[in-house]
């Protein structure tokens, strides 16, 4: 019995023993193998996952890149934005599991197949290399990363090679010539993405001087002629974005000078255009490596083996294959296919193919395609099939600036009302230049009307003429390095500031102007006048575009980048209209907005202390000013950038013999005050009055006078920034000065035209 009791006992213990060790995690062989299995399906899952989204990420990037040129805003920017960032995780993802992952000999020569779709995804779309400029910056850091990528994918490759013992079939081998495609496009965009970096691009242009330039005549109409034409004076606007001239070859101006001054400033407009759309490829696109012998070889040679992949996949027996398996391949080798061919047809058809055979007279491509008109007859015949034109679309149109600007109001901004429930919604969730960015271009952005950018390029036409007068025909028939390079670009940014008289703290004089051009037009009832509306629609929109750049993009003008002079002006609005308690419409309280701020200006405040108060001491901010005066207005001591607005918009009243109870009586300003009016309006010298016309013409010209300043001092890395965020209006107009100050405009070109008027 005792013994009985015993084993009994012992039985029970093994049995306790065996649950603890349950318990603590010794599981039986059955249960490890169980797990084993439920790790690799959980492993093989998560590889076809992410082999199916970094192909949707390469067709997201290939679909929507475009939408950049115009716009940088919007769902579809948004969807490119979250493609660029998870293609290039995706795919390192997907090899390495592919590279480390335990799976039957079957399934590893079906990720030996996925490796180099994945390769081609991570070298991305031939429409783009860089999201932004900083990453082509940092490109030379990513060299380590696609070698780790290339090995990667070379490891997958490797193992169904050995394990065949080099006997896979006519599809292995296509699969390791795909593989060899992909690592040349790889290889591509790591290139291209360095050679768009502008130090980089200074340094080789240095290195490789130009081959001789020419300008002959283009037979092309349209937006296509101008391309053409555009692609013949890219050195110009390259040269102006790394500030660096090749003058070995110069070039004959006069063809260049007919074909875009000949037809006025609407030509010129849509070359420079053309120009920066060019520049967009360089910086951002993979053409600079793609329209090379290298690169046309590759795009031939991809959809060739893609295709030749696709037939062997096609008849190659899949029983032993998962059905899931085999869709997802058939859905990348079908992407890949469309996407070599549609990258093919691209290349083929480009004005870059254009321009790389015009460069290169003496090859035979270029007498075989370029000479017999075989090029444009193969360009016809596959534009036919561009769905643009069963739309009715140009296909060129797409290189056309959006024709938007930005529009921030400080005096709107202190009356309206709240914003929408969407707005605050966005307000929270992104950030404050995000949001800035949102409400101030996409939601009240104005998409400039025919008549108001006629006023505007017209104006500036005549600023150039001014600045930039045609000298005689043998100093300019050929611009070489005495009216180029960096002493030439030095020597006509110094001729735009003597034509234009411009002044210093620039960000302050476009506030103190955006308050005197809002007082003036509110208080002379000019907002409703339908004799002067052109001029009225121009000046809004130029005034409220320049406060949008100081609000908004103050990375777009020059000088030191202080937001807090505007919150400060927009701070003492505020609070202004707080004490005040203005009601009625939108506009009256504008009105009454604008009467107080004067009324302000004229009162007086009595200084307490007989020494000069220092601004930095009694107010935030900055100012021209180094001292209170004695005489300080009540305004004054709120914000000198509104009383300065104020006195502006006061002596502008009283010279256009505006009717209003305000302006009635001498005028007092300082010597200071009048010199920086009269340097805006030069006009004023005389003492004379002006017809209310005649004053808003002279609002209008100073306002284009600023734009042209903003535009030719902001630094180059801003202007290539905004190119790959819709493009900019101070952009255009710098190429468009940087035009001018080369070529020279001819003195009758507009009157022959009869396109500008004085």
Not at 441 to 459: K, M, N, P, Y
Not at 562 to 575: C, D, F, G, M, P
Request: neutral net charge.
């Amino acid at each position: 019995m005792h013994m009985m009791g015993t084993s009994s006992r012992e039985a029970v213990d093994e049995s306790g023993d065996s649950a603890l060790d349950l318990h603590l995690g010794w599981c039986p062989r059955e249960i490890e193998l169980d797990s084993l299995k439920t790790s690799l399906f959980v492993n093989d899952c998560a590889i076809r996952i992410v082999v199916l989204c970094s192909f949707t990420d390469n067709l997201a990037l290939a679909l929507f890149t475009g939408i950049r040129r115009r716009k940088a805003t919007g769902v579809r920017a948004l969807v490119l934005w979250l493609a660029y960032q998870l293609g290039g995780w995706a795919g390192t993802y997907a090899l390495c599991s592919m590279s480390l992952s335990r799976t039957t000999q079957q399934q590893q020569q079906q990720l030996a197949f996925w490796a180099p779709f994945l390769v081609l995804h991570l070298a991305g779309p031939d429409n783009i290399t860089a999201y932004s400029l900083e990453d082509t910056v940092l490109a030379g850091r990513q060299v380590l990363t696609v070698a780790v990528q290339i090995l990667g994918a070379s490891n997958v490759l490797y193992k169904q090679i050995y394990n065949r013992n080099g006997s896979g079939g006519a599809l292995l081998w296509v699969s390791v010539v795909m593989f060899a495609i992909g690592i040349a496009k790889y290889v591509e965009r790591a290139v291209a993405s360095r050679q768009a970096n502008l130090g980089k691009m200074r340094s080789s242009n240095k290195k490789c001087k130009l081959g001789k330039r020419s300008f002959g005549d283009v037979k092309e109409v349209g937006n296509e002629r101008t391309l053409l034409v555009a692609h013949g004076l890219l050195h110009i606007t390259k040269g102006a974005f790394i500030d660096h001239w090749d003058n070995e070859n110069p070039l004959k101006s006069d063809a260049a000078r007919s074909q875009i001054f000949g037809h006025g400033w609407e030509e010129m407009c849509r070359v420079v255009e053309m120009e920066l759309s060019l520049m967009y490829d360089i910086l951002y696109t993979k053409v600079a490596v793609v329209h090379t012998w290298f690169g046309y070889i590759i795009r031939l040679a991809s959809p060739v083996v893609s295709a030749t992949a696709f037939l062997l996949f096609w008849f190659q027996g899949k029983d032993e294959q998962r059905s899931a398996d085999v869709l997802i391949t058939y859905i990348l080798m079908v992407g890949t296919v469309i996407l070599d061919v549609r990258w093919l047809l691209r290349a083929i058809v480009s004005t870059w193919t254009y321009s790389f055979l015009n460069n290169r007279p003496d090859c035979w491509f270029h007498a075989t395609c370029l000479s017999s008109g075989r090029w444009r007859l193969l360009c016809c015949l596959v534009l036919c099939l561009d769905p643009c034109r069963l739309l009715g679309k140009e296909p060129t149109r797409y290189r056309m600036w959006s024709g938007t600007i930005g529009q921030y109001n400080l005096l709107h901004e202190c009356t309206h009302g709240t914003i929408s429930m969407f707005g605050s919604l966005l307000k929270k969730v992104v950030s404050d230049d995000s949001w800035m960015e949102y409400q101030y271009h996409d939601t009240r952005g104005l998409a400039i009307s025919l008549e108001v950018r006629e006023l505007l390029f017209q104006q500036i036409w005549e600023q150039l003429k001014a600045a930039y007068p045609a000298a005689t025909v043998e100093k300019t028939n050929l611009l070489s390095c005495s009216s180029l390079g960096y002493a030439g670009s030095a020597w006509k940014n110094r001729e735009l500031d003597e034509a234009m008289n411009f002044a210093h703290a620039f960000q302050e004089t476009i506030l103190i102007w955006h308050i005197a051009t809002d007082i003036f037009l509110l208080v002379s009832r000019q907002y409703a006048s339908p004799s002067n509306s052109k001029q009225v629609q121009v000046i809004m929109a130029l005034s409220n575009y320049m406060a949008f750049l100081v609000a908004v993009r103050l990375s777009m003008l020059p000088g030191l980048k202080l937001r807090s002079l505007y919150e400060e002006t927009h701070k003492a609005l505020v609070e202004i209209l707080l004490k005040e308690g203005y009601s009625g419409s939108l506009i009256e309280k504008k009105e009454k907005l604008a009467d107080r701020l004067i009324e302000m200006e004229k009162e007086k405040q009595v200084q307490i202390s007989n020494a000069p108060k220092k601004v930095c001491n009694w107010r935030p901010g900055y100012s021209n000013h180094k001292s209170r005066p004695a005489k300080a207005s009540v305004l004054y001591d709120e914000n000198i950038i509104l009383s300065d607005g104020a006195k502006f918009a006061e002596v502008l009243l009283s010279r256009a013999w505006v009717d209003s109870p305000h302006i009635i009586g001498h005028i007092e300003i300082s010597p200071e005050r009048y010199k920086r009016i009269k340097e805006m309006i030069p006009k004023l010298e005389e003492q004379v009055a002006f017809d209310i016309s005649v004053m808003l013409d002279y609002i209008f010209k100073a306002w284009v006078r600023i734009l042209m300043y903003a535009s030719v001092r902001c630094t180059r890395d801003s202007h290539a920034k905004q190119l790959a965020c819709g493009g900019e209006l101070t952009t255009i107009v710098w190429i468009f000065n940087e035009h001018a100050g080369i070529f020279r405009i001819p003195g009758d070109a507009r009157d022959e035209t009869g396109e500008l008027g004085t």
